[in-house]
């Protein structure tokens, strides 16, 4: 099969991976989605707040499709392992365009926007698998991390500029035109991925179903390993996404400002961790990235002005860069035949928490203030993270064994597949 592993170059550089067959043609897709998602999210989160005033559904009109992610991950997930990649990806990206272009229409009744909104976070949870499953095929094992951390810094990037491009769009043209920009990349994501991929057959056999999907789920969340990897995944950067969710209220002149510095920061992170980390220094990185990812929030208690606030969340962001260190470890757990799954669980499962988070941050800013929600939030993914520290530290001590002095959690077990 053409760009299977074992006719890939070895994953030692980043020139490897672009030498790939079908790696590029896959990146530049998945970057005009990147940029096409961060457009929109901020045009229409600024449009529903000059709509209604209301930082909650400014906060869900962006991250409430995630919400949708809940869904998809107890119905469609059985299909990210039984369809063929080239043709799902390239519908996914159909109906992005032609659902964002839809929302650029004058007058749209917020009811239909949030409608619209739920049918394409159904549609991205079964993205989210198919697309993961084919990256694991096109690289080699030991690219997997290198490659994944490539497209981290990709969104990073496309997110800088986007929330730039955006900023600028909405503040000198209007929301609609950023919009329907965002629509026309998603149909140029979508021409790039038609063309340049080579059709694969699906990874399993079979019909996809609700009840495949829940059988597998059952099986990926059995071992008590990768359940709190999944948790780990989940939950401290979810909450911290709450945070972000209330930039626009924050500062709704300066929103843009904010949410390209958390990409930087994020570039930052994933650049250092999938690049120049040692593999045994890496996986004890977890805790710490999710602790800076989190404390540095807590200053929004104090309100501050515009430039302290644009470092604290560059700085917090290199946090997120604990993603490629609990992904691989959740690679490492699961069987290569449900690696599709396995992804498409971890993104839906980390979306979903986002899109719940927003909708706390939301409620919690309209009954106090956003800088304070924000602290609200930052403080409760502290408390996660300390949390599933904790009980990993457990699951050491209940084998007996090396694993009661770990502290990572991509390293709470060695076993569990």
Known sequence: MSGSPSQTPRMRSYSALFRTREFTPFFLSTALSSAASTIGGLALATLTYRATGSPLLAALSMFGPQLAQVVGATTLLSASDRLPPRATLTGIALAFALGTAAMATPGLPIGAVFALLFVLGLVASLGAGVGWGLLNEILAKEGYLLGRSVFNMSNGLMQIAGFAT????????????????????YLTGALTTRLGLTHRPPRLSGRPSIGQTWRTNAQLWSARPRRLTYLGLWIPNGMIVGVESLYVSYDPGS?????????????????????FVAPRLRRQLAVPLLLLLAVPNLLFALTPEMWAAAVTVCVASVGYGASLVQQERLMSLTPPELSGHALGLHSAGMLTMQGVSAALAGTIAQLTSPGAAMTVMAAGSVCVTAALVAAGRREGRGRGGREGALSSPAEWSRSGT
Request: aromatic share 2%.
């Open 166 to 185: 955006g900023g600028v769009m909405v503040a000198t043209l209007s929301p609609r035109t950023a919009l329907l920009t965002s629509a026309a990349l």
């Open 255 to 275: 929103a843009g400002t904010l949410f390209a510095c958390a990409a930087l920061g994020m570039l930052i992170g994933d650049v250092t961790i999938g690049r």
